[in-house]
């Protein structure tokens, strides 16, 4: 699972990047959020200290990673406001993206995966 991202992972810069938008995608395939992180996040905090990476720092950031939602299916609670026709789906996605890049630029600049 993870041998694709080892040649990624080589600077402060570089490594949340990854992981932020590998968890995305991770993300995007499973749907929930909680089994999203229950199957993944032992295998990146295996991986972490492995590799000589702060296992806090790749925890966050694979959490943070989660909160990015396109569409209804990825939360219950979006479900619900949209059932009550609070949003309707464009509304959803064009809103999911935009907050989808901010929170993966934050991380890219605020976060130092590496421990070297």
């Not at 991202?5 to 992981?19: H, I, Q, R």
């Not at 209804?72 to 993206?97: E, H, N, T």
């Amino acid at each position: 699972m993870m041998s694709w991202m080892t040649p990624l992972m080589g600077g402060a810069y570089e490594s949340p990047s990854v992981l932020y938008w590998a968890g995305f995608l991770y993300h995007f395939v499973l749907g929930s959020e909680l089994s999203m992180l229950s199957t993944s996040l032992p295998v990146m905090l295996s991986y972490a200290q492995s590799h000589g990476f702060n296992p806090a720092a790749v925890a966050m950031v694979w959490a943070f990673s989660a909160g990015g939602k396109l569409f209804m299916y990825q939360s219950s609670v979006l479900i619900q406001g949209f059932a009550y026709g609070y949003f309707d789906s464009r509304d959803m996605f064009k809103v999911g993206l935009v907050l989808t890049i901010v929170e993966g630029s934050f991380s890219f600049f605020l976060c130092r995966c590496t421990g070297r």
